[in-house]
Every structure is written in C-alpha cells, then in structure tokens.
C-alpha cells in the first residue's frame, strides 16, 4: 500500500488505540500469507489482498496488476483448477471472520473494509459462506469464548 506524502502529513482526527492494534497484529499476519509460496493462485492471492482495502478487487484490475489480460489470467487459473471469484470468495470470507472474531470493528465498518457498497450484499455473502449473518456469526463466536 502506498501514500502520498501529503497524505502522510496529515493530523489524525480521531484515533483508537485498539483498532489500531487489532489492525497492525492482522497486518502482520497477513504479511505472511503474502510471502509464502509462488504459485500463480497464491500471486493472485497476494495481488487481491493488497487491494482489498482500496476495493480494487475486480478481476481487470488484478490481471492488470499482473501484466496480463483478463482472459489470460482466467486461463492460468483454469490449469491449477481454480476460479478467480472463489479466490476472491475466499479471501473475503477469512477476512471477515477474522475481523469478527479479532476486533471490534462494527459489522457497517467490514463492510466497506471488504469492498462492499451495501451491508445487505456482504450479509447475504457471509450467509451463504458460513450460514450466520455476520452479527449471529459474531454473537456464536463470543459466546464460546466465555
């Protein structure tokens, strides 16, 4: 990810300690996951991650991103046996469970963290991933830590 430097200078308005924590330890992990192995689903992975804050998570700008075309990249993953939307699928579905489990970012906030313009399209996602909405998945998860 990169700022311009004005960006850089700017004041923080309003701060949170422990969403910044919670962010940075989840930074850290998925930094990882960035570096594992290089295998082209993976490099897609990376590339879909990197760009999931900004909500440029669309197959044209990723195969742009990786110096290919659209049906280039739909090819090469047709070989490993993988489907562009079910990386993207599952990339968001670990995200927002992590983000359920690990912060306490609200439901309204993953949303758009996720790229999703609508809470009602991300809760009809997580629902078809996990069978919860989000808010139940929440509620499950806090309940059997107690």
Same mark, same amino acid.
Not at 28 to 36: N, T
Not at 57 to 75: F, G, P, V
Not at 129 to 145: A, V
């Given at each position: 990810?990169?700022?311009?430097?004005?960006?850089?200078?700017?004041?923080?308005?309003?701060?949170?300690?422990?969403?910044?924590?919670?962010?940075?330890?989840?930074?850290?992990?998925?930094?990882?996951?960035?570096?594992?192995?290089?295998?082209?689903?993976?490099?897609?992975?990376?590339?879909? !991650?990197?760009? =999931?804050?900004?909500?440029?998570?669309? #197959?044209?700008? &990723?195969?742009?991103? *990786?110096?290919? %075309?659209?049906? @280039?990249?739909?090819?090469?993953?047709?070989?490993?046996g993988v489907k562009?939307?079910?990386?993207?699928?599952?990339?968001?579905?670990?995200?927002? !469970?992590?983000? =359920?489990?690990?912060?306490?970012?609200? #439901?309204?906030? &993953?949303?758009?963290? *996720?790229?999703? %313009?609508?809470? @009602?399209?991300?809760?009809?996602?997580?629902?078809?991933?996990?069978?919860?909405?989000?808010?139940?998945?929440?509620?499950?998860?806090?309940?059997?830590?107690?």
């Amino acid at each position: 990810m990169t700022f311009n430097r004005e960006c850089l200078d700017l004041s923080v308005l309003v701060s949170n300690a422990g969403i910044l924590d919670t962010l940075e330890a989840y930074a850290e992990e998925l930094q990882k996951k960035i570096y594992r192995e290089d295998l082209f689903p993976v490099q897609v992975e990376t590339a879909i !991650i990197q760009n =999931l804050l900004s909500g440029k998570t669309d #197959i044209e700008t &990723i195969s742009s991103q *990786l110096a290919m %075309s659209k049906r @280039s990249l739909q090819i090469k993953l047709s070989k490993e046996g993988v489907k562009y939307q079910d990386i993207l699928d599952k990339i968001k579905r670990e995200h927002t !469970i992590h983000l =359920l489990q690990q912060s306490q970012l609200s #439901i309204i906030d &993953i949303t758009f963290l *996720l790229g999703y %313009s609508e809470q @009602s399209a991300f809760n009809r996602a997580f629902k078809k991933w996990t069978g919860f909405t989000p808010g139940e998945y929440r509620q499950n998860y806090l309940s059997t830590r107690k």
